[in-house]
């Protein structure tokens, strides 16, 4: 299992970036997919969650209605566009795919963790 995420950088608040996980090594549809930021000093905290086998969608509570998760263009990559945010939103993001189910179903029980990361990519907003 591999993940590899890209698409991190520096932009001011109110802006969006586009994030992108690569993953290889597995097939997508039986794990979901899934993004988790952790800030300096901070613990992890679950952001998004994608089954591409069901095409459902979870969120955590600080993100809802800015950003969204969904399989990209490429094939085996999973998107997650950031819109409006905000300085609290700068951490590292970081790929990972937990194997549940079958069926493969996103839900807030799994934000206490995934079974394969990726390195993570920064996300700094400033204000």
């Known amino acids: 299992v591999r993940l590899v995420e890209s698409g991190g950088g520096s932009v001011q608040a109110g802006g969006s970036l586009r994030l992108s996980c690569v993953a290889s090594g597995f097939p997508l549809d039986d794990y979901v997919i899934m993004w988790f930021r952790q800030a300096p000093g901070k613990g992890r905290e679950g952001v998004s969650c994608l089954s591409t086998y069901r095409g459902s969608t979870e969120y955590g509570d600080s993100v809802k209605g800015r950003f969204t998760v969904s399989r990209g263009s490429a094939q085996n990559t999973v998107d997650l566009q950031m819109n409006d945010l905000r300085p609290e939103d700068t951490a590292v993001y970081y790929c990972?795919?937990?194997?549940?189910?079958?069926?493969?179903?996103?839900?807030?029980?799994?934000?206490?963790?995934?079974?394969?990361y990726g390195p993570g990519t920064q996300v700094t907003v400033s204000s």
């Open positions: 990972a795919a937990a194997l549940v189910g079958p069926p493969p179903t996103c839900s807030a029980a799994l934000w206490v963790g995934a079974d394969h």
